[in-house]
């Protein structure tokens, strides 16, 4: 009984060809669980009929309590902002870097710009707002972003140098900062 041997390409040639039909039959499978209405393109018509699921929550969705309008919302505990268009809508929203010394919760304004400077810590900044009393978001020009020194007393609020550029051209003189736990 003599032996014949497949050559290694044929082998490669049939393995291959075996993922491209699997790959094939699981993109049939997969498109065939979509449901209809989601495979076209999305109208701005509303539907006439009522939703299966609920949409999906945005994972930072503006405080509830923050007010209405066009306005600059920063809540403290999420260490957090929101850029709100006069629709209520959130335009960006971003992580930030709290001083020592937090703002109270409340309303405010923008009252002072300064495009560049030095914080209450030492460090050169740029595109700093700021509200309140004492209170200002800027962004170190350096890129840091470090949490602040315990034992520095400073109401700075940092964001990265991208956000701060972002603010800063949102924020022009009176627009409402919102403060919220």
Known sequence: ?????????????????????????????ARSDV???????????????PSRTAAPKPPN??????????RVVYSIQ??????????????????????????????????FRRETGTGSDGVAIEHAVYFG??????????GSSPSPDPDLRTSAIRESAEDGLALWDFAEMDTPVNVVE
């Open 1 to 29: 009984m003599s032996s014949r041997r497949v050559p290694s390409g044929a082998w490669i040639t049939v393995l291959l060809a075996g993922a491209l039909a699997a790959v094939t039959v699981l993109a049939v499978h």
């Open 61 to 70: 969705p503006v405080p509830a309590e923050s007010g209405t309008g066009r």
């Open 78 to 111: 999420q260490k957090r902002v929101w850029l709100v268009d006069d629709k209520d809508a959130s335009l960006r929203t971003f992580p930030v870097w709290p001083g020592t010394i937090l703002p109270e919760p409340g309303s405010y304004k923008v009252s």
């Open 133 to 142: 009393a004492n209170s200002a978001f800027s962004n170190a020009v350096d």
């Open 35 to 49: 449901p209809e209405e989601a495979s076209h393109t999305i109208t701005s018509k509303p539907s006439a009929q």
